[in-house]
């Protein structure tokens, strides 16, 4: 077998980047810098995200009810806790009292600092904090309530870095497919925890889903310092094209803010506000369905712990999916010509809202009926992913420069209906478990209207006056 030296080697490599992003080797090949950004942005986000949802699956089996002989199945014996639903329910909404609260500090941050430390920092502090989760849960409930209110906290920061950093490398025609394809690693780490969880705690126990995943976490952070660079012009490998082709693509956009905001601007600006009402609406969906829907599953359709995972895993692999398609259908739309910014972020939204909605009131009378709610579910999940290429990244197009801190805007919006989805649903759901379930459904259905009605209205995809650089700061 014949082998090249490795000097000649590396010669056709180099040969090989530099190519990339110019008519003889398209961008999107492997080589390129912002697409290899899109893959590691992608698995840092199933990561998120696994650490985020395996509280929702381990508390099924770490809740005395009803009483199993876990001798059967589980290798290790864990505790279970007697924590009613009102107690779950506030337990699971701890986490984003955190969350709401490092919101605007993670967009503010990566802002000064750059969104590859904040984004790496506050994963590595997640992952280190949940390798703690089954110790606080020996302590005490308030324990476990303060833990996962810093878990919030720590993975506040990750969204708002993550959109200052597209902010410098999305060029405006690929903003949906590559942002897209990086929030798909969301619904994939739902997808993937679900089961796995599942099955970890049948066999090994719960505390070891948060050991597992937890040690995960912490492994991968070292990839994300490896891989990542804050910006085109630090990038070792970029090839020269590229560099070019993004730098050019945002020119017009201005350089990232420094101390002072346009507060007051942001807080009159009405665009700002219909992506935040509609941050708030859908998200109320959206988190009952990523932490309570294990929960339904159980109680409601009388899943085991290993069919809980894996079925409600399956409406995701619909979300996954369609959160990618979206993203290229809508830069496709936007790279022809067919319509305006504008356009396709409400035509997505439209769709991404209103037909979940419908579903989910459709699954308020299925009953027991696992099959029927399986398909309402992954239909609403595999739609509502089309909010992605909608009002989800729209603070991109309306103020660039200021991307991470309006998604802390936003997402604080959003994070509050967090707040409140989880200990409603424990409310709701405390007495009558069907009419209980049924009320959460058409409460979710009914916001979501409300949210789109009020985007289509208001909403822009432009960028705003008080965003260029030329403009004073108010």
């Known amino acids: 077998m014949c082998v090249l030296p490795p000097e000649q080697l590396l010669g056709f490599f180099r040969s090989w980047v530099d190519k990339a992003g110019t008519p003889e080797m398209p961008a999107q090949c492997l080589c390129s810098a912002r697409y290899s950004l899109a893959l590691v942005l992608h698995f840092s986000l199933f990561v ?120 410098k490398w999305a060029p405006p025609l690929e903003r949906s497919r590559l942002m897209n394809l990086a929030e798909a690693g969301c619904t994939f780490g739902t997808f993937v925890t679900f089961p796995v969880a599942g099955i ?21 952070c070292v990839f994300w310092f490896l891989l990542v660079y804050e910006d085109p012009a630090c990038h070792p490998c970029i090839s020269a094209g590229e560099k070019e082709y993004i730098v050019s693509s945002l020119a017009n956009q201005g350089s990232s803010h420094g101390r002072s905001l346009p507060l007051l601007a942001m807080i009159k600006s009405l665009p700002l506000w219909a992506i935040s009402v509609a941050y708030f609406c859908n ?113 991109i197009d309306i103020a660039p420069r200021y991307a991470g801190f309006l998604l802390g805007v936003t997402n604080t919006f959003g994070t509050v209906s967090g707040i409140i989805a989880p200990t409603a649903v424990g409310f709701l759901t405390s007495q009558d478990l069907l009419t209980g379930w049924r009320n959460v459904f058409f409460v979710s259905a009914a916001l979501n209207l409300f949210g789109l009605l009020f985007y289509v209205t208001f909403g822009s995809g432009t960028i705003q006056d008080w965003a260029r650089e030329d403009t004073a700061l108010q």
């Open 283 to 395: 998200d109320w969906l959206f988190y009952t369905l990523l932490t309570s829907m294990p929960t339904y599953m159980n109680d409601v359709l009388h899943f085991d712990i290993r069919e809980n995972g894996l079925l409600s895993a399956l409406p995701y692999v619909g979300n996954w999916l369609g959160t990618i398609v979206s993203g290229l259908l809508a830069d496709f739309l936007l790279s022809k010509h067919m319509f305006s910014t504008a356009t396709v972020r409400k035509l997505f939204s439209v769709l991404g809202m209103m037909l979940p909605a419908v579903s989910l009131v459709a699954m308020s009378y299925v009953a027991c009926d696992y099959t029927a709610a399986v398909v309402f579910l992954t239909l609403s999940m595999t739609v509502i992913s089309m909010c992605g290429a909608g009002f989800n990244i729209n603070q």
């Open 48 to 167: 998120v995200y696994s650490l985020r949802v395996n509280l929702s699956i381990a508390i099924v089996s770490s809740v005395l009810s009803p009483p199993v002989d876990a001798s059967k199945f589980c290798l290790l014996q864990a505790p279970v806790y007697d924590w009613s639903a009102k107690t779950q329910g506030v337990i699971l909404s701890a986490f984003f009292y955190g969350y709401l609260f490092s919101q605007l500090l993670g967009g503010y941050w990566s802002g000064m600092f750059g969104g590859k430390l904040v984004l790496g920092y506050g994963l590595l502090a997640t992952s280190a904090l949940t390798l703690l989760t089954p110790l606080a849960a020996g302590l005490g409930v308030a324990y476990l309530i303060g833990l996962q209110a810093l878990l919030g906290m720590a993975e506040g920061v990750i969204f708002p870095a993550q959109y200052t950093l597209w902010a």
């Open 200 to 220: 970890i705690c049948q066999y090994l126990g719960w505390p070891y889903v948060f050991y597992i995943f937890g040690g995960i976490g912490c492994v991968w």
